[in-house]
């Protein structure tokens, strides 16, 4: 079976080398977690094996894109001139790689007209994100996840989507792209000793005997994301708030007397 690398070697490790060609792998988790910088690792890979390169986004401009690439050395412009790379710019933007609204047809249109412009050959998506095209309309959510994967997989895509939410609102986003996806790459975020720490774990991934850990993981100014071997996780990581576990304390040794 033929897989592509993410761009992150330490991430590849952890699922037998790559993401199977053609899948459709959703990229989930909580803000400032790493989707958007491991999105820009699978394209920049892309760029660098000359595959067909697309980068929807609908959260920050094309420019924001280009220059979070270049803080790790990678050249998004000279991609883009080349011609291995179209960002559509689903924020701002007039020129001919926009969308119009945030329709999911709109995208689909969008995303096979850039294609055809790229060329044959190997191609690789990046939707960022694709739960903004169902904002308004969350019961959507799983038909439009649906009805993409099966436009994409006959297009010879092998795409990341991501999805965000708040762990509150994880009903009303999460689910439409987690279930149609080959593949889920969570991250995390948990803060110890009053330092931010990220995480990633393999949620799911098709046809892969993949880590079933924790890992935590470093954006390195330069160079970009790093995960490390497994995370081992403290007990106060995972622990109730105190006042609950004097709460179950208290009703355990009310029902031993
Ligand atoms: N040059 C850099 N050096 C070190 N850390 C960086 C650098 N650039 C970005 N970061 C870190 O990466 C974070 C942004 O990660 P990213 O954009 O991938 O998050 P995200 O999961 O896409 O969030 P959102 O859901 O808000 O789009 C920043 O908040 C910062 O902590
Ligand atoms: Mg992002």
Same mark, same amino acid.
């Given at each position: 079976?033929?897989?592509?690398?993410?761009?992150?070697?330490?991430?590849?490790?952890?699922?037998?080398?790559?993401?199977?060609?053609?899948?459709?792998?959703?990229?989930?988790? +909580?803000? #400032?977690? *790493? /989707?958007?910088? !491991?999105? $820009?690792?699978?394209?920049?890979?892309?760029? &660098? =094996?000359?595959?067909?390169?697309?980068?929807?986004?609908?959260?920050?401009?094309?420019?924001?894109?280009?220059?979070?690439?270049?803080?790790?050395?990678?050249?998004?412009?000279?991609?883009?001139?080349?011609?291995?790379?179209?960002?559509?710019?689903?924020?701002?933007?007039?020129?001919?790689?926009?969308?119009?609204?945030?329709?999911?047809?709109?995208?689909?249109?969008?995303?096979?007209?850039?294609?055809? +412009?790229? #060329?044959? *050959? /190997?191609?690789? !998506?990046? $939707?960022?994100?694709?739960?903004?095209?169902? &904002? =308004?309309?969350?019961?959507?959510?799983?038909?439009?996840?649906?009805?993409?994967?099966?436009?994409?997989?006959?297009?010879?895509?092998?795409?990341?989507?991501?999805?965000?939410?708040?762990?509150?609102?994880?009903?009303?986003?999460?689910?439409?792209?987690?279930?149609?996806?080959?593949?889920?790459?969570?991250?995390?975020?948990?803060?110890?000793?009053?330092?931010?720490?990220?995480?990633?774990?393999?949620?799911?991934?098709?046809?892969?005997?993949?880590? !079933?850990?924790?890992?935590?993981?470093?954006?390195?100014?330069?160079?970009?994301?790093?995960?490390?071997?497994?995370?081992?996780?403290?007990?106060?990581?995972?622990?109730?708030?105190?006042?609950?576990?004097?709460?179950?304390?208290?009703?355990?040794?009310?029902?031993?007397?």
């Amino acid at each position: 079976m033929e897989r592509l690398s993410t761009g992150v070697p330490s991430l590849d490790k952890l699922i037998e080398g790559g993401i199977p060609r053609g899948f459709m792998v959703a990229v989930v988790g +909580e803000p #400032g977690t *790493g /989707k958007t910088i !491991l999105c $820009i690792h699978f394209i920049n890979m892309g760029v &660098l =094996n000359e595959d067909k390169n697309i980068y929807v986004t609908t959260e920050e401009t094309r420019e924001s894109i280009i220059n979070q690439a270049l803080q790790f050395g990678m050249d998004f412009r000279k991609a883009i001139e080349e011609g291995s790379l179209i960002i559509i710019d689903a924020l701002m933007g007039d020129d001919r790689w926009t969308l119009k609204y945030l329709d999911i047809d709109e995208l689909i249109n969008k995303v096979l007209e850039a294609k055809k +412009e790229l #060329g044959y *050959g /190997k191609a690789r !998506l990046v $939707i960022d994100s694709l739960s903004a095209f169902w &904002l =308004n309309k969350p019961a959507m959510a799983r038909q439009y996840s649906y009805t993409l994967k099966k436009v994409l997989s006959k297009w010879d895509f092998t795409t990341l989507a991501v999805s965000q939410y708040a762990i509150t609102t994880m009903e009303a986003f999460g689910f439409g792209v987690e279930h149609v996806a080959d593949g889920i790459i969570r991250f995390r975020k948990s803060t110890r000793g009053n330092v931010l720490k990220r995480y990633v774990v393999i949620e799911k991934m098709r046809q892969t005997n993949h880590s !079933l850990y924790l890992h935590e993981i470093h954006i390195v100014p330069g160079r970009g994301m790093i995960v490390t071997s497994p995370a081992v996780l403290r007990r106060e990581d995972i622990a109730l708030p105190e006042r609950v576990m004097k709460k179950i304390r208290e009703r355990r040794e009310g029902e031993e007397l």
